[in-house]
């Protein structure tokens, strides 16, 4: 295993209206005594970032640039050698971060790791993003929508991604790949959203399999 990745750490929790979930969430990040919690909240109006800061979490607010500018944001003000986003709720759990931090420590050529929901392995329009994604670069991937992943800070700002990156994993996945580095995916433990609605899922999806698309003719290799 490797050593100190929880003192290494910052993660940054996106967060739009989320007051609801945001003091739980923290709760259970704040046990594992990461470096630094960042929330990165993109404009709610709901009094997330006031919540947030009560409960010790660091917050910056980037309004108006929506999910992939608060995340870019917390990046910038991250403090640790290593970056993990982890998504406001109970989807996910925290323990499974140290998980994906200790493969980036022992592994140099890893440039970023993904925590895939195996529980979500029969789901049809999941195994079809899979698919195109894998017909498209050759590649293969169990979860190519998830969006909790881990990475080293420096790389990314290496990469001088955009916003619009961060709103879409897919697309930081590929410009790694472009650039030499490996993707590993590491099973995790995921509970279903049953508050979503389906036609949200839906739309979400298709956002996805639009990004895989533009991605796969995307030029650019900066």
């Known amino acids: 295993m490797g050593t100190n990745s929880i003192e290494d750490t910052s993660v940054i929790v996106p967060t739009f209206n989320e007051e609801k979930c945001i003091p739980l969430t923290l709760e259970l990040l704040m046990k594992l005594a990461f470096r630094e919690i960042i929330v990165a909240d993109g404009g709610s109006l709901d009094g997330t970032p006031e919540i947030a800061e009560r409960n010790g979490a660091h917050v910056v607010i980037e309004k108006g640039g929506g999910y992939g500018a608060a995340v870019l944001r917390g990046l910038h003000e991250a403090k640790g050698a290593f970056v993990v ?3 406001v709720g109970f989807n996910y759990n925290p323990n499974d971060i140290n998980k994906l931090v200790n493969i980036l420590k022992e592994n140099d050529d890893v440039g970023m790791v993904i925590g895939s929901r195996t529980v979500l392995k029969k789901s049809f329009f999941l195994k079809f993003l899979n698919i195109t994604f894998r017909l498209l670069f ?9 969006s909790f992943i881990a990475f080293r800070k420096n790389v990314m700002l290496d990469m001088r991604l955009s916003s619009s990156d961060f709103s879409h994993p897919v697309a930081i996945r590929m410009k790694l790949l472009r650039k030499g580095y490996k993707i590993v995916e ?3 433990e995921y509970y279903k959203d049953r508050n979503m609605p389906r036609k949200y899922k839906v739309i979400q999806g298709f956002m996805v399999l639009r990004k895989i698309i533009s991605s796969r003719f995307d030029d650019d290799s900066s």
């Open 138 to 146: 050759g590649r293969s991937t169990t979860d190519v929508d998830s």
């Open 85 to 87: 986003i982890f998504d």
């Open 186 to 188: 590491v099973p995790v």
